[in-house]
């Protein structure tokens, strides 16, 4: 299976499962379903992914050592099909285990679904900006509000 292929199948499955967390009936059984086989398999994915580009490379010379330290580094990191599929499925194994957060912590404060759904679409788009809305929402983050304990 080829980069692009993979690329899809991994986005269809996020998709997918940010549909059941939106939509679906929320039980205790079916955030644990997400959780472990949609955040823990795409993590899981995510892995398979970085031991492939250690071992046999994704088009740069096998066995150099990513750099971190640098923005040529990262870009070079993302110069290949192989990169961009590892450092998508990075963001939506997070992304998801961030919105299923969101959703306990929205469900345990009794926020309705109708709320939750906008925030939950926008952490599924843009994670951080999903979160901090939650955030804001919940514990009036910048605004001098307390949450009760």
Known sequence: MGWSALFQLVNTVALLLWL????A????????????AGAG????????LV????????????????DFSTIAGIRAIFASDGGVVTGWTHYLALDLFAGLWIAEDGDARRIGR?????????TFLAGPAGLFLHLLLTRG???GHRAEA
């Not at 071992?55 to 050592?65: D, L, Y």
């Not at 109708?114 to 926008?122: D, E, H, I």
């Open 41 to 48: 398999g795409l993590s899981l994915f995510y892995v398979a």
């Open 51 to 66: 031991a492939t580009a250690l071992t046999i490379g994704f088009g740069e010379p096998r066995g150099a050592a990513p």
């Open 20 to 23: 059941v967390l939106i939509l």
């Open 114 to 122: 109708v709320v939750q759904a906008p925030v939950l679409l926008l």
């Open 25 to 36: 009936p929320r039980r205790a059984r079916l955030i644990g379903v997400l959780r472990v």
């Open 141 to 143: 983050v910048g605004l």
